[in-house]
Nanobody
């Protein structure tokens, strides 16, 4: 059983930065990708950024150039560095890992961008 624990969310002013972390416990051997999704009130959950087991990254168009996903294999941890934050980035951010055939999700961490 894989458990994901996110941290690093909070309240930040527009233009500010936050770094989210997600630590995976349990075996993720053979995983396909780890990543971050987000869900804003009244909207569907959307992909923000993912990183594959070989380090290939993919970003939503809305965050390209502002967010960076990275991974520490030794710690089974994935990070999301978020810069130049906008009010439209306000959402609950969820960490996920795909260990075929299963997808695992964290409990979510709130990110609020507001002055």
């Amino acid at each position: 059983q894989v458990q994901l624990v996110e941290s690093g969310g909070g309240l930040v002013q527009p233009g500010g930065s936050l770094r989210l972390s997600c630590a995976a416990s349990g075996s993720i051997f053979g995983f396909s990708f780890m990543g971050w999704y987000r869900q804003a009130p009244g909207k569907e959950r959307e992909m923000v950024a993912i990183i594959t087991s070989v380090g290939i990254t993919n970003y939503a168009d809305s965050v390209k150039g502002r967010f960076t996903i990275s991974r520490d294999n030794a710690k089974n941890t994935v990070y999301l560095q978020m810069n130049s934050l906008k009010p439209g980035d306000t959402a609950v951010y969820y960490c996920t890992v795909r260990v075929p055939p299963y997808d695992y999700w964290g409990q979510g961490t709130q990110v609020t961008v507001s002055s």
